[in-house]
C-alpha cells in the first residue's frame, strides 16, 4: 500500500518537538514557501514593474553587494520569526547587529541565526540557491548582550535548510535524524519524501572551489592532489569532483548520495580564516550532516564544538562522508605535528601531462 507522505506539521507532532519548536519550524516553512514563490518567477516583473533578479548599490556586513533577493529574503525571514512571538534575538547575514525583538513576550525562548539567500550568486542564472537557519535556546534575559548569541553549534535545539530548486525542499533536524520534506504546489504543505537522511560513510565525490589552490594549506592540497591522481594515486580510486556556489546545493546532494565540501582556510585574505559562517552557515549544516551519520570539521576540529568568537565569524569547514573528513584530519594533524612527508609527494607535472 502506497505509504502516506505526512506533512511537517504531522511529522513534528508524531515526534514530540515541544509545541513552540514545533510552531517556530512551520513558520521557517511558511517563509521558505513565500521565498520559493518569488524565485519560481525568476526574472518576470511584477506590476510594480520589479523583479528579483540583480544586484543592489547596497553593501552587507560581510563587505559583498546585496542582491535584491537577499534583501526581500531578510526581510520575510525577520518579520516571519517575529511575528511569532517566540523569538528573543535573531542574527541575519544581512545584518550587522543582532535584531532584538521589540514586542517580546514572556514566551521568547528562541534565539535564530540565518543565511536567509545563500548562493545569492546564482539567481540571476538559474542555479539552486537556499536559506540556512540554525535554532538556539534563548538565555532567560530582558535585554541580550552580543555574547549572549556566542553559544556553541552542539547546544543547537534545530537546524535545517530551505533549497530552491527543481523542487523546493525543507531539511531538519530537532536532534533526532535528519529529514527532509518536499513542497507541494498543490496542497501547498511541505510533504515528508526523505525521512531519515544518511550520509554514506565513504565517498569518490569532492566538492571544493579549485582556484583557490594555490592559498591553501599544505594538508589541503595533499588531499586534493591525491582526489586528482585517483586510481593511479595513493587512493587507489577515483574521483568525481561538483562545485555548485551554493552550499545549500552542495550539501543537499551530499545528504543525498555522499560526498566532501571544502571550503578551507586559505591565504588569500588573512582577515578571512575562510568564507562561509560559523553561526548560520557551517553550524546548522553541521548538525543536519551529524545527525544524517557524517562529519564536519575545522580540519582540526568537530566544527560544532568550535567557541563562538563573534556572530559573523568565519571558518574554515570540510563537511560530509565520515571516512573522509577524519582522512584529511589526519593529515591536518600530522603538517600541525610536522610529521607529514613533505609535499608534494610526487612532481604534480607527472598527472598534467
Ligand atoms: P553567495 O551567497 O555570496 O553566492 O556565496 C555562496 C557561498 O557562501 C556558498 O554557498 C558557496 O559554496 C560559496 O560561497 C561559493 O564561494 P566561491 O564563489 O568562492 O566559489
Redesign the pocket.
Known sequence: MKKVQISLESFLQETHASESLATLLCAIAEASQAISALTENGAIENKAGENIYGKLNSENVQG?TQATLDVICDKIFTSSLAATGLVAGMVSEEVDLPIAVKDKTNKAEFLVFFDP??????VDVNVSIGSIFSVFKSPIKTDLSEADYLIAGKQQVAAGYAIYGPCTMLIITTGQGTHGFTLSRASKQFLLTHPDMQVPADTKEYAI?SSNQRYWESPIKRYITECKAGAAGRREKDFNMR?I????A?VHRILTRGGIYL?PKDSKDSAKPG??RLMY?ANPMAMLVEQAGGAASTGRMRMLDVPPEHIHQRIPIIIGSKNEVEHIERYHAAFDKGTDEPFPLFNERTFYR
Not at 539567500?117 to 546564482?122: K, Q, R
Open positions: 559583498e539567500l545563500d548562493g545569492s550568486s546564482n572551489n562545485w556556489g551554493s552550499m545549500v552542495d571550503y568564507r562561509l552557515e
